[in-house]
């Protein structure tokens, strides 16, 4: 599987971006796909995931209620909606993908498949 995340950018607080993931290579249907982010002098942090079949979704509860995922059956496309942004938010942006049980959806090393990753850049 390869993967394709774009969409960074360098916004201001408050607003909105959306980031994209395409994914190709392998059948997704028993996967999941989640966003990581890895802020300026911190670890790599879960953002949120989505099951590609199924529709489970999950946040951190640090984006609950701003940022929505998605995705896109017929462009193997997964979505991150990130609106109410905040400085905070700064960071690399990953996508992934695998199929870690549901409830560790948050753990890093049991994705298989990672992008290059996208930089956002919240200015206050």
């Known amino acids: 599987v390869q993967l394709q995340a774009c969409g960074g950018g360098l916004v201001q607080a408050g607003d909105s971006l959306r980031l994209s993931c395409l994914a190709s290579g392998r059948s997704l249907s028993t996967s999941t796909m989640s966003w990581f982010r890895q802020r300026p002098g911190q670890e790599r942090e879960f953002v949120a995931a989505?099951?590609?079949?199924?529709?489970?979704?999950g946040y951190a509860d640090a984006v609950k209620g701003r940022f929505t995922v998605s995705r896109d059956y017929a462009k193997d496309t997964v979505y991150l909606q990130m609106n109410s942004m905040k400085p905070e938010d700064t960071a690399l942006y990953y996508c992934?993908?695998?199929?870690?049980?549901?409830?560790?959806?948050?753990?890093?090393?049991?994705?298989?498949?990672w992008g290059q990753g996208t930089l956002v850049t919240v200015s206050s």
């Open positions: 989505i099951r590609w079949s199924g529709g489970n979704i």
């Open positions: 992934a993908t695998g199929s870690p049980p549901w409830g560790s959806r948050s753990i890093g090393r049991l994705y298989y498949y």
